[in-house]
């Protein structure tokens, strides 16, 4: 075969179970439909990855491949559309060539969550952004709102606010749902907090230029102007290729695994956010960790843990 191991997302799960297969001697390829880091790259702070008391997505997310790259060399750009599981191997289809290996490690983590609002699709690039990080330079001065109420949300008001964009976060409930530090630290800083709206409609001609909101409390609808919508409501498990081989799912959709990040498709396992749970760096860079060394169980191979 051309690997004994695969890896399939460039995120911390994927990186970190490069890491440790190369170090075990594990033959291994790992694929990125983009340029790596998942949906790290795109937090504009991460305060709670042990080691570092602050630091960006992106940045973080250098460290890790520049740490990989020291084993192995990523195939960024190439996007894995087909698996089959036979009883000797995995057969991998991506969109340049076919690949056999012993055991892949689904590591595809997570998509930003979408509103399914009128004017969202037509609007994405033109105002309408799920990354702070990306496109918060091009809103300073002006007038933007963030949907949300967790902490992704949170941090990327904070973040937007310091970029020296006017900022207001619209959430559909009375209460936050994000932790107290940064909920504190938002109204520290100035965010403008919108409690029990929903975001219905986003107009404009040829960019974002207001919002209509739905107060849920006192029922009235009213028009938001804006110049940018930054969505933050969550994310939803890149699972095609599981369901493709008959992975167990819940019902929500991740990649159901045992302690040992094994799926119920033999040679299959799974690692990071589209296992679901906690869904953080540090947890993913575990299973991740795990999963190739648990891998070595279908290769012939012994690894002491």
């Known amino acids: 075969m051309d690997y004994e191991l695969a890896i399939i997302g460039g995120g911390p799960a994927g990186y970190t179970a ?26 504009p702070e991460i305060e709670n990855y042990t080691g570092y008391p602050s630091i960006s997505g992106m940045a973080l997310g250098d460290k890790m491949r520049e740490h990989l790259e020291k084993y192995m060399t990523p195939n960024f750009g190439e996007t894995v559309e087909k698996l089959e599981v036979t009883e000797d191997e995995v057969r991998i289809k991506t969109n340049s060539k076919e690949y056999t290996a012993g055991a892949v490690i689904i590591a595809t983590g997570t998509v930003h969550r979408k509103l399914g609002i009128k004017g969202e699709a037509d ?28 902490n992704s949300a949170l941090i990327e008001a904070i973040a937007l606010k310091q970029m020296g964009v006017d900022i207001s976060l619209i959430h559909r409930r009375d209460v ?6 940064y909920k504190d630290r938002a109204v520290e800083v100035g965010v403008d907090i919108i409690y029990q709206t929903h975001v219905e409609e986003i107009m404009g001609e040829d960019k974002v230029e207001k919002v209509l ?27 095609q290729l599981a369901k493709q081989i008959g992975c ?58």
Do not use: W
């Open 213 to 239: 909101v739905h107060n849920v409390k006192d029922q009235k609808k009213s028009e938001l102007k804006t110049s940018a919508v930054f969505v933050s409501i969550g994310e939803e498990p890149q699972n």
């Open 176 to 181: 936050l749902r994000g932790e107290d530090a």
């Open 123 to 150: 609007l994405t690039g033109r105002g309408v952004s799920y990354c702070a990080t990306c496109d918060g330079p091009f809103f300073k001065g002006k007038k933007a709102i963030v949907v949300g109420g967790g």
């Open 18 to 43: 490069g890491i440790y297969a190369t170090r075990a001697g594990i033959k291994c390829v790992l694929f990125d439909l983009g340029y790596g880091g998942g949906l790290m790259a795109l937090s």
């Open 248 to 305: 167990a799912l819940d019902d929500q959709g991740y990649i159901i695994t045992d302690k040992n990040q094994r799926t119920n498709v033999k040679r299959i396992y799974a690692a990071g956010d589209i296992t679901g749970g906690l869904r953080q760096i540090v947890t993913a860079c575990a299973e991740g960790a795990l999963a190739s060394l648990t891998s070595t169980e279908v290769l012939g191979k012994v690894y002491p843990y």
